[in-house]
Structures are given as C-alpha cells and as structure tokens.
C-alpha cells in the first residue's frame, strides 16, 4: 500500500476542497459565453416560435446571447439526439415538443433515449382539437362521431406518428369506437387548407396553427382535449363535454438540457425560463400564438415529462403504430 507524506494529504485535501468550492462557483457564473438552443423543427412552426419569443427575453436575463438553431427531421429526433449527446454543461439546450414523448415508443429505433434528456422547463402548450368545415352537417362532438357510425369519415393529420395523429387515433379506435381514414400531410398548413376546400372531413391538430382560421369562422371547432375550456375560445366544448370525459391531450413545448448536466445550472435555467414566462408582455405574445403558459419548478418539469412519455406511449400502443 502506498504511504502518502504529510505535505502529500494536505495537497490532496486542498485540491479537493479547490474543486468542491469550484463547482458552485462555477454554477453561479453560469453563463460566461452565448447559449445555444436548438429547435428540433423548422423556422415558422409551433416550436420555433416558442424559442424565439423565450431566447429574446432569455438572453437579457441570462446576460448572454442566445443563439436560436433549427435541425429538424425525423420527427424532431435529429435535433433532440444532437443535445442528448452535447457535452452537459447548459450551453446546448434543446426546444421540442410532446414529439419527443410521442417518440420514444413510436420509434423502435433511434440514437438517444428520453433518459439522455433531462427537463428543464415545460412552461406552454395548447391542447389537441378537433374541426370540421363550417358546412359540415355535425354541429357537436356527438353529431360527428354519430354520423360516423353510419358512413366512414376522414380526418387530416399533419402528419404519420404527430401527437395530433396519435391523440385523434386514440380517440376514434379506443374512445369513441370507430374506425375513420386518416389522411396526413406534411404539416399543419395543408391539413388546414384540405379541411377549408372541403377535401378531408376533419381536422386534427392544435389551435395554434389556425386559431385565426376559427376565429374568422372558416373552421368549426367541435371540441378542445383539455380539462377546462380555453379562456381565449369559451364557446369550444371539451371532449369531456362531448361525452368524453377524461381525455386530455396536449401539444407542449419544453427546454431540455444533457441528462448529466449541472443540478445548480438546470435550476438557474429552470428559474430564468419561469421568470421570463411571468412577464407580462411575454404571456401576451404566448397567448396571442393560443399558447396556455404554466410555471412548473425543475422536479415539477422532470415529474410532467415522464408521466407524458408514459402517457403518449400508451396511446402509441393501444392505436398499434410504430417505425424505424
């Protein structure tokens, strides 16, 4: 066994008291250059909006530049597997969406796990809807789901494994008991648009990708998957309402760090990012996208993303869809 001298313990015992003091201290100085975050879509979509309203106020209350990156595909995996993998040191967060939790059953394979990801902030989101063309005959839930009982309806999707598919398909197969034609697309925008030409029947997604369409009256909206009305649209029924009650399902957007990052940088993170959604003019420009905001602490945010890769993936299962 090695001896070690005198003066040897004391330069051990003061390296490690060094590094002890060096790990907060280094926290607290978090962050001394830019921040990047990636979003896992597209420039103009729900989740590329969200970081871009958040990385303005953000980087002023971090004092840092925040960098907005967009790597989409593969269902927003190509992005979320980029941070999963960054080096965990707050410098590389990502911006994602329900997606993620959908993905993590829907996809058999992929090159990260949602366990490589840890939830720093889930603070806005818009629950799933359902709507027709005002023309349509089904003035209620209850109406559409009645008329499809007799003659086979189609739905548009924004696309195959979205959450808004995976949440329709749910409902038709395991709630409502009916077996409709699903016709996705790639996106939200022709979704709508076959909807409105009155192409598809119905339409699947989340209100911010055409509150303004309802609001103009060129959609009907049947119901909302939320536990309450929307405060924005009281006159839209909740599935509960419609003769389902219990089923809620909901788009978030969220922050996520490296799995392994610093506990006293995801809590600064997760404070900055709460703070930022309390501002009042921050609300409204959330609200004005039909945005619901939520300020949830970091185990807050951990606990809700795991029940949500629970949730999404027993739907994923009961509808029996899956992919390479």
Sequence with gaps: MMLLTSLQRGGAAFALA???????????????????????????????????????????????????????????????????????????????TASIAVNETYYKTKS????DLKAIAIPAGAPESLCVNPADPAKTLGDLVASARDKQLDYASPGVGTSSHVAAAYFFKELAKVDPVQVPFQGGA?????????HVRV??????????QVRAGALRALAVASAQRLAEFPDIPTYGEGGFPGFVAETWVGVFAPAKVDAAIAQKLNAAINEVVREPATEARLKALTMQ?????????????????AN?????????????
């Design 293 to 309: 905001t939520r300020v949830r602490d970091l185990a807050a945010s951990e606990s809700y993303f795991a029940s949500e890769v």
């Design 190 to 198: 022709p979704a709508v648009n076959a909807v409105m030409g009155g």
């Design 18 to 96: 060094c590094a002890f003091l060096i790990g907060p201290a280094r926290a607290d100085d978090f962050p001394t250059r830019p921040i990047t975050v990636v979003v896992a879509f597209p420039a103009g979509g729900y989740a590329d909006s969200f970081a871009r309203i958040l990385g303005d106020r953000l980087g002023a209350r971090l004092g840092q530049t925040v960098v907005i990156e967009n790597r989409g595909g593969a269902g927003g995996n190509i992005g979320a597997a980029s941070v999963a993998h960054a080096t965990p040191d707050g410098y590389t967060l990502l911006v994602t």
């Design 203 to 212: 339409l699947v997604g989340t209100l911010p990708g055409y509150a303004s």
């Design 312 to 324: 999404w993936g027993k739907m994923v299962k009961a509808i029996g869809i899956s992919t390479e």
């Design 112 to 115: 990260y796990a949602a366990a």
